[in-house]
């Protein structure tokens, strides 16, 4: 049975990676060996810049449809009835209607409401990024942020309204 330091150790988390006596900019600008090379960098960026512009481009072309309008209602309720809601049948999406509520202030377009999710979906694609570079390498986080940036469906959902 491997004891928790060793598997710890086995996932880079030991006392060579960040925050241990060796933590330089350059350790934690490499991943598993593999340098985060300018390269990289300009083609996370333009993974970045893509999954933006795929996200945000016709935002708002489209009406808002019914399970958008679920969601924006229950968001506009006041908190007892959005309590109640909540606690009734929407317990999955607590989380998603909560910072819709706040989100509203900002407006009540179509392409303002889906703005917040069209975002999750971006920091997505960073976050794919970092979780591949972590735990494979540079070109692996690259190749991983670069499919979700293009991927069709989860451009898609990025920009509905819903929690997908």
Known sequence: MLSSSTMLSALGADNNHI????????NRLSSNGS????LAGAGF??????????????????SIWFDEGV?????R???????????????????YHALLR???FLGDSEAVIRAMSALAGVATVAIVFALARRL?????G??????????AFHVHHSQEARSY
């Open 77 to 95: 309720l006041d908190w007892s009835a959005f309590a109640r809601i909540v606690m009734r049948g929407e317990g999955n999406m607590v989380a």
């Open 102 to 104: 706040e989100w509203l």
């Open 45 to 62: 960026a333009l993974a970045l810049l893509s999954a933006t512009t795929l996200r945000f481009l016709h935002l708002g072309r489209q």
């Open 71 to 75: 969601s924006i209602g229950i968001a």
């Open 136 to 140: 494979f390498d540079t070109r692996i």
């Open 142 to 151: 690259f190749t991983a942020s670069a499919l979700l940036a293009i991927n």
């Open 19 to 26: 925050g241990g006596p060796q933590d330089s900019l350059a």
């Open 35 to 38: 340098p985060f090379t300018w």
